[in-house]
């Protein structure tokens, strides 16, 4: 069993590993934090993805107390403005298109039908409909919820959350700046020297130093497989700002500019802003300028620059270093997935790490390949929102559309393109319906599709589009809107009930 376990940084993967940890580990071994006040955390990364919550529940994470410590709103999904082409929008909402991908097509229905009566594809998404009109409830999940959602937060407000639910779990923290990694013959890594002197000693270290990737970078050199020739955006500016109105989005808000794209996203205290751009394709001063046009409110702080390279350390685990979080790799945030891969190779540690078999060379061999495979993964659904646009008015959106793609997301558009078939290959983040949103909202139907949808007669197929679009609006006209439901639940004491619907 592994007995000292270190985990180098205090951000929201190091806390993450913390509280995982000692939730799993209570009363076994040790697990010390390192942190530095002094070189602080990265402190964006504000929208996740649904599977935090269950990264809550299974370490025992209360969702309102949660979402009251991190000023914390609900996440149906995101809306993307201008991705297509200037003045367009969609919607990709953590939904369960159902049956639209059930035996009838219903999609291909909708398309093969090409009927304005039927509105927006999203009106036959129940998530993407409640989306438009602002309103949100948790689901019912008696039975299989009809869509998921995920939260929106302070990252810094949630890392001090970890911080003091780990520590009354028994992490123990040390507050120190690493100077030296000294390593063994063997090439493991044996303690890690502090500025003031002391040392600190470990068998497992965990190596969660967001960018500066002291240990898995640094010291063992591990190589960085490069994704910036497919995703080039390497800066962001980040501006909170003002709250403005009563109104709060159940989603984030991302919107194409010339040279990479805004984000938008509404906390209970403030709305955070920033622009994530490609310095090849702008400016990174009008980068700025642009970004601050954006913004909803009064500026909050002096909008901060951060610099990055899109891909990861080929490998994750080397010797007794696992890397998580920003030191491992880093994919754009437009899918808001950098906490979900934190969280998936946190999970598939956890699992080796309570494993009764001893940990060998195979197992650390599969978490390294399964690593990489969900980077690519991702990499690929993250391409899919750039190439198929229609925008060619900046030098951006000129090359993202006519850019070599990877061998496996080429495959997957033509399977798309020429059979109607949403193609799934292993450990994916995003399942078909997430693709069948991309690909819908840029427009891009399939020329051929299978011969059994006109099997149904026309006229039933449109039947049954419009009553399911009659039946979701019903649904959702007496839903709340979101910040009602966040005020009530906010103003409930600790235990009552959720708000009713
Ligand atoms: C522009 C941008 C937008 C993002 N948006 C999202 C988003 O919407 N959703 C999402 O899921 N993710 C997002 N991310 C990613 C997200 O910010 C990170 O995945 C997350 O915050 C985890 O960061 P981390 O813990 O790996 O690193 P950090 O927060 O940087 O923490 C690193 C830690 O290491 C410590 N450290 C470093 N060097 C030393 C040293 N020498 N000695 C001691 N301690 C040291 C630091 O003090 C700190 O505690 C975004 C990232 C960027 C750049």
């Not at 070189?39 to 107390?65: Q, Y």
């Not at 910040?483 to 009713?500: K, S, V």
Request: with cysteine; charged share 25%; net charge neutral.
């Amino acid at each position: 069993m592994v007995q000292r376990i270190v985990i180098v940084g205090g951000g929201a993967a190091g806390w993450m590993t913390a509280a995982a940890m000692t939730a799993s580990r209570r009363g076994r071994g040790s697990v010390e934090l390192v942190e530095s006040e002094e070189i602080g955390i990265i402190g964006v990364g504000e929208a996740t993805f649904p599977s935090i919550r269950a990264f809550n529940e299974r370490v025992g994470i209360d969702e309102a107390e949660f979402l009251r410590a991190t000023h914390g709103t609900y996440k149906l999904g995101i809306e993307f403005r201008d991705w297509h082409s200037v003045g367009d929008r969609y919607f990709h909402t953590f939904g369960n298109f159902g049956s639209l991908l059930g035996p009838y097509m219903l999609w291909g229905q909708y398309r093969r039908m090409a009927d304005a009566s039927l509105g927006e594809f999203g009106e036959q998404c129940l998530p993407t409909a409640m989306a438009m009109q602002g309103r949100f409830v948790v689901p019912d999940e008696d039975g299989g919820a009809p869509y998921k959602y995920a939260y929106h937060f302070d990252a810094t407000l949630y890392a001090a959350f970890l911080r003091d639910f780990s520590m009354r779990r028994g992490a123990r923290r040390i507050e120190g700046r690493i100077v030296e990694v000294i390593r063994a013959e063997n090439g493991d890594v044996k303690r890690l020297r502090l500025a003031d002197g002391r040392e600190v000693e470990g068998d497992l270290f965990i190596d969660c130093s967001g960018f500066a990737s002291l240990l898995l970078g640094r010291a063992m050199k591990e190589p960085f497989v490069d994704f910036s020739r497919w995703l080039p955006v390497d800066g962001a500016w980040a501006c909170p700002c003002e709250r403005v109105g009563e109104a709060l989005t159940p989603y984030t808000r991302a919107t194409a500019l010339e040279g990479g794209w805004a984000w938008r996203i509404p906390l209970q205290s403030r709305t955070g802003h920033g622009h994530v751009f490609s310095s090849r394709h702008i400016d990174p001063d009008v980068a700025r300028e642009q970004l601050m046009a954006q913004l909803d409110g009064k500026p909050l702080t002096e909008p901060r620059l951060l610099r990055f390279t899109t891909g990861h350390r080929e490998r994750f685990w080397v010797r007794n270093v696992v890397a998580l979080g920003l030191s491992s790799g880093f994919l754009e945030p437009l899918e808001s997935t950098s906490i979900f891969l934190i969280q998936t190779n946190l999970a598939h540690l956890m699992t080796l790490l309570e494993a009764k078999a001893p940990l060998d060379e195979t197992a650390i061999a599969d978490f390294n390949a399964r690593g990489a495979r969900e980077f690519r993964r991702i990499r690929d659904f993250i391409i899919l929102h750039y190439c198929l646009t229609a925008r060619r008015d900046s030098a951006l959106w000129r090359d993202m559309a006519t850019m070599d793609l990877p061998d496996t997301l080429a495959y997957k558009i033509d399977l798309w393109r020429h059979h109607g078939v949403l193609h799934q290959q292993q450990d994916e983040g995003f399942d078909e319906t997430s693709w069948l949103a991309i690909h819908a909202g840029m427009r891009h139907w399939p020329q051929r599709t299978d011969p059994v949808l006109n099997e149904l007669p026309l006229d039933h197929a449109r039947d049954i589009l419009q009553r399911r679009r009659e039946a979701i609006a019903r649904a959702v006209a007496p839903l709340p809107p979101h910040h009602a439901y966040l005020a009530r639940l906010m103003n409930l004491a600790q235990g009552a009930q959720r708000p009713a619907r």
